[in-house]
């Protein structure tokens, strides 16, 4: 496949998009940078001590941009149990090196069972372990998200991308305010949804959310054909990774408005493509 954009190209947009804004900070041995302090999770994960709990692929939304391999209706069980557990084994191997989790899927809020689970199994091995949920928002109330705080999870993040920048959706934030220490959107930085984004910007900062998170698209089997743009690669052999290009270019966009805007929460700059690779 010829691709129409290199990954130097998209490197020295980068450069010089990050050269107009001098505030940028930059976390250690990850890629990210960030308009101001950055949540706990962020943090854990810039320290390359985290861990992605998988509680199965099922999702309540189908969205064109997901690079998991998720599916709606209920399936796969055994595999998905399977999975569960060969990531709690993941977990005793590494526990010294692991401190906090973040609880994904699929949509995680189908599996509050499953999570009611893992949370007190994880504990019993590592007491101090820092939680945090990702979820598209869409089944989220105010009874869901207790049992998450309950269970002693005090980071959410929500992905209203899933939803179209639903305004329902949008209005939860407000009740993880009330809950959680720790409120951010995370959401991939998708051209096509540029405008849903930048008109719900606002609604992020009337809710109070501590960081908004800019995914760069990943491209892979599960979402190549399905969006739209142009790709480019990053990086060689085992290390290789397919992104949309002009992703990183909208992150950088949102950025200088939110600091224009003056709007209090950090925006963070979140690529796949440099995972634990030394800047
Ligand atoms: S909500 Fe998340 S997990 Fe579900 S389809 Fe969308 S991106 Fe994938």
Redesign the pocket.
Do not use: D, H
């Given at each position: 496949m010829e691709l129409k954009y290199t990954e130097e190209q998209v490197l020295d947009e980068l450069k010089k998009a990050r050269s107009r804004i001098p505030s940028l900070i930059f976390h250690g041995s990850y890629q990210a940078a960030s308009t101001g302090p950055i949540i706990e999770g962020c943090r854990i994960c810039t320290e390359m001590k985290s861990m992605s709990f998988v509680m199965g692929?099922r999702?309540?939304?189908?969205?064109d941009?997901?690079f998991?391999p998720?599916y709606v209706w209920p399936k796969y069980d055994e595999d998905e149990k399977y999975n569960r557990s060969a990531c709690f084994k993941e977990f005793k191997r590494n526990k010294d090196n692991i401190d906090g989790i973040g609880l994904s899927?699929?949509?995680t809020l189908i599996y509050l069972d499953e999570i009611k689970d893992y949370v007190n199994k994880i504990r019993e091995e590592k007491q101090n372990i820092y939680f945090w949920v990702?979820t598209?928002g869409i089944e989220a109330n105010k009874q869901n998200l207790k049992v998450l705080k309950d269970l002693g999870v005090e980071e959410i993040r929500f992905?209203l991308?899933?939803s179209d920048y639903s305004p329902a959706v949008i209005n939860k934030l407000g009740i993880a305010r009330e809950l959680f220490k720790y409120v951010a959107v995370e959401v991939p930085s998708y051209p096509e949804q540029k405008d849903k984004l930048i008109n719900n910007l606002g609604k992020m900062q009337y809710h109070k959310i501590d960081q908004l998170n800019l995914q760069e698209l990943l491209i892979n089997n599960n979402n190549f054909d399905k969006i739209k743009g142009e790709i480019y690669q990053s990086g060689i052999m085992f290390a290789k990774k397919y992104f949309l290009y002009g992703s990183r270019k909208l992150t950088y966009e949102i950025i200088e408005t939110c600091l224009d805007r003056g709007y209090s929460f950090t925006v963070n700059d979140c690529s796949a493509s440099r995972f634990g690779r030394i800047e």
């Open positions: 692929y999702c309540n939304a189908e969205c941009f997901c998991a998720c899927g699929g949509e990702y598209n992905n991308a899933a």
